[in-house]
Structure formats: C-alpha cells, structure tokens
C-alpha cells in the first residue's frame, strides 16, 4: 500500500497528519518539506523578530505514530497517471492518496515568510514596504527589538482595507508613539543597495527590506498536472480537487473563492480533510472572519468582512486615549466590528460574533466589557472560545488544564501554550484563570 502522501510540512499538513492519527488512520503517511526543519507555527515569527521566543520555540510537535517526515525536499512533479510525486532529491513516492498542502509565498521577492526570511542580528534600519496586518506586527516587532524602522504604504493609513479613517488614524498615531518612521500615501519607486528611494523622491536608508505586500498561493505542481487552479487550487466543500484522489488544503487552496484565508481555516481544512479520509461524512464550512492583531500594548481587532451589512450601528470613540468601537448589526447579530484598544469588548462580543448569537441589549456594556443585562460577574463565554489566538487555545482547553492541576499562569502556559505567543491574551488569560479558579473552590 502506498498511503497518504502531503506535499507541504506547514501548520495545514502537520494538522492534517495529527488529526489522520487522530482518528484512527494507522496507514503509512509521508510528509514532504522544502524547509530545512519541521513543522513550524509561521504566525509567531514576529515573536521571533523581537527577540520573546526562540526559533526553536515555533515548532509543532512531532506527528504521532510511524509518520516518515522529510525535510529539505521539495515535490517537483506530480504524475497523476502513474501516482507518483517526484522530488528533487531524485526519489518517487507513490500514493493512493495526495494532499497538496503547499501553502503561499510572499506576492514580492524578499518578503517575510519562513524563518529563513528573518532578518539577522545586524542592527542597520530596516524599511517595512506594505502597511497590511503583516507589515504593521514586522514594524512594531522590529521596534521592540531596538531597530530602526521605517514603514512605506501606498494607503493613507495602515490596514486601510479593514479599517474606517478614524481608527486607522488612530493605529497610524500608535505606531508613530513606538518610534515606527511612517510614509503615509507613498510607493516605492525603486530599491537600491543601501536602501528605497520613494516616489517623492526621498531615499529611504535602509540595511534590511521586508516586502510585506500579500501572499500567492503555491499552485504550480497543481497548475503542471492539470488540476483546476484558479487564484489557488480549487476544493469542494470535502477539500477535494478535480481529481478524486488529491485533496488539498490550507493557503494552497481556494474554497468558494477564497484562497490564502489563513491559519484557522487551513487547521479547519485539516481538521475536516482528515475526518473525510478516515471515511466521516464532514463538510469545510468558513468560520466568521476575525482577525486579532498580534502585537503587545495593541488591541486591535476585526470582525467580520471589511464592509458588513447591517440595519443598526453602535459607535464608540475615545481618541484621547486611543480608543475606538464600531459595531455593525443585522437582526440583533454582529455582522462586523472594529475594536481598537478595547480588549474587553474583544473577549465579550467576539463569541456572539464567531457563533451567530443575538446580542444583548446593553450594547454599550458590552462595549466597556461589563455583562449586558444581566446580574454581576465575569462575561460568560462558550468553551470554544478562543483565548490565545496564536496557539489557538480555547476556554475549554484552559479549563482542561485547570482541572488537571495547572493553576498559575506559568503552569497554564506549560500545559496549553497560551500566552506564549505575542502575550496580548495575558490579561484575558488571567481574567479567565481566576475564574475558573474561583468556581473550583466554591
Ligand atoms: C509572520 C506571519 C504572521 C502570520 N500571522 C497570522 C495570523 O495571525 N493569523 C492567521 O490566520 N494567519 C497568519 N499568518 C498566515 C499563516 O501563517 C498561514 O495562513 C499558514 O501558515 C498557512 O499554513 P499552510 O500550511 O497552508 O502553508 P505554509 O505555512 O505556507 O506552509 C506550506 C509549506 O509547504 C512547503 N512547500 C511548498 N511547496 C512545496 C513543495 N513543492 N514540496 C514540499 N514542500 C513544499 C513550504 O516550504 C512550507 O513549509 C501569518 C504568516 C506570517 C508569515
């Protein structure tokens, strides 16, 4: 027998293979990898840029079972016909089964994306080019590891496609604060040795250049074996491509439309992708959009699509202290929101949001994070709701970790991984530790 082979060893084909052991698969699984080291979680490499975790630190843990992982070679041909995908170490692999979980790369040379891509030690400026939610976490990760940075976006704010005028004014006055150089509204008119030269004319100096301008899928095995590629590899709802027997999942592939959607749908895919193989009957179904910015001190967080339909607005704006809500409503239901420096309304409204639940009528208590309408005490929030969103930790896996005797926050660290990404859930962490804590001893 030929088994599973998954052509890509990212965050979507480690989950893949955990989730196929998981439910039983006891099948021979070979995973290929072009990184020259194993799965690793790529969303915490700013964590690395600032110098708060280790390389070593970002790696996911080893497959279980008789799993044979290969690092350092890359997938260069898929024969369909014959079932065979050849590397460029020279070796074949036969499959019954092909995963394509080949993820994305950078949309311009010399963007962030592996931890080779890291810039080194060499304390020179470095020049941010794109003002999207990865150039923003770069350039303030950059900050607080003492280097000089300079941000370029074409936009007149940074996250221009997720955020209104106000907020992203109130982000662009945020980043000036932490010592980010901002050229607000420009483009790069050419890179030279030594730094940008902009199209006013300024040059820039700059050691180091990070593209952080978007991501393309990697199709072209799919694209070279005829498989239907569109922007990514196209997938049914069971992640499956034209043909019967290659699945793909994760940033490599396009549902509905959507490719690169990032690391909870390619866990998501995983997830379903591996009930599919082990013969349930699961369907990929997209979790509501929303996005948490990575970066300490920032609390920034989008729900929803960048323009949400609604019939009822709620706004909030406090620009003193850095502070903005909007909140857009259909039939009492989040259908978007935006929340800068409100971490509390974060933990509050994002379950309503994620699971389609009609909000209260206080909206403005919840807002402040204060429960709505009802008595006193903590907002009660489901056990999938996500805590750490760097580790992808649920209330229900802290409670799990309560139980089993991890009762500070270093001990929950230990045991979920929660707080050690970018450290912004610490506080919620906290919240929620006490009061588990609390109803354990009552
Ligand atoms: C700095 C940073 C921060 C991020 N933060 C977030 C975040 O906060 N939230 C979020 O949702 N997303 C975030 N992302 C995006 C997230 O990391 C990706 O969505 C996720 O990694 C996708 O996983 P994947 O396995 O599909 O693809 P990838 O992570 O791209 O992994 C694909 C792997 O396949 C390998 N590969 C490719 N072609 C071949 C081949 N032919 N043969 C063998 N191997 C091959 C690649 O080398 C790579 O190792 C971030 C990304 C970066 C870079």
């Not at 080291?37 to 700013?46: D, E, G, K, V």
């Not at 199209?199 to 700059?206: K, L, N, T, Y």
């Not at 409100?342 to 389609?356: I, T, W, Y």
């Not at 912004?424 to 009552?442: G, Y």
């Amino acid at each position: 027998m030929s088994g599973i082979v998954v052509v890509g060893d990212g965050p979507a084909g480690h989950r893949l293979v955990e989730r196929l052991r998981h439910h039983g698969h006891d099948g021979p699984v070979t995973v290929l990898g072009a990184e020259p080291r194993p799965a690793y979680n790529r969303a915490l490499l700013t964590s690395v840029l600032d110098g708060s975790l280790t390389p070593d630190l970002l790696a996911l843990p080893r497959p279980p079972g008789e799993t044979r992982v290969l690092t350092g070679v890359a997938a260069r041909v898929l024969d369909r016909r014959r079932r065979t995908v050849h590397t460029d170490d020279g070796t074949t692999h036969p499959y019954d089964v092909l995963v394509l979980a080949t993820g994305a790369a950078p949309a311009h040379p010399g963007g962030l994306r592996t931890l080779a891509d890291a810039p080194g030690p060499d304390p020179g400026p470095v020049s941010v080019v794109g003002g999207g939610v990865l150039g923003v976490e770069t350039a303030l990760a950059l900050r607080r590891a003492g280097r000089r940075v300079t941000l370029v976006h074409r936009h007149p704010y940074p996250l221009n496609r997720l955020l209104d005028a106000v907020p992203g004014a109130l982000l662009a006055a945020h980043l000036d604060e932490r010592g980010v150089a901002l050229r607000l509204g420009r483009r790069v008119a050419a890179q030279e040795p030594g730094g940008l030269v902009l199209d006013d004319g300024e040059r820039v100096e700059a050691a180091t250049v990070l593209h952080c301008t978007g991501v393309v899928p990697r199709t072209r095995l799919a694209a070279e074996a005829g498989l239907a590629v569109h922007r990514g590899v196209v997938v049914d709802d069971r992640l499956g491509t034209t043909d019967p027997r290659v699945h793909a999942v994760g940033d490599c592939a396009e549902h509905h439309g959507r490719a690169a959607a990032g690391l909870d749908a390619a866990w998501e895919q995983a997830d379903t992708l591996a009930r599919v193989l082990t013969g349930g009957d699961a369907r990929y179904r997209p979790a509501p959009a929303h996005l948490r910015l990575k970066a300490p001190g920032l609390d920034l967080a989008v729900l929803g699509p960048p323009d949400p339909q609604g019939d009822e607005t709620v706004l909030f704006t406090d620009p003193a202290r850095g502070r903005h809500a909007r909140l857009t409503l259909r039939a009492g239901r989040i259908t978007g929101a935006q929340l800068l420096g409100m971490e509390r309304a974060v933990a509050a409204l994002a379950p309503f949001h994620d699971h389609g639940r009609p909000l209260p009528a206080g909206r403005f208590d919840l807002l402040l994070g204060r429960p709505a309408n009802t008595g006193t005490g903590p907002v009660e929030l489901p056990d999938s709701a996500i805590i750490c969103t760097c580790n992808s930790v649920t209330k229900g896996a802290l409670l799990h970790a309560c139980r089993e005797g991890a009762h500070d926050l270093p001990a929950v660290a230990a045991a979920t991984r929660a707080s050690t990404g970018c450290g912004t859930c610490t506080p919620e962490l906290l919240r929620v530790c006490a009061d588990l804590l609390t109803r354990k001893a009552s």
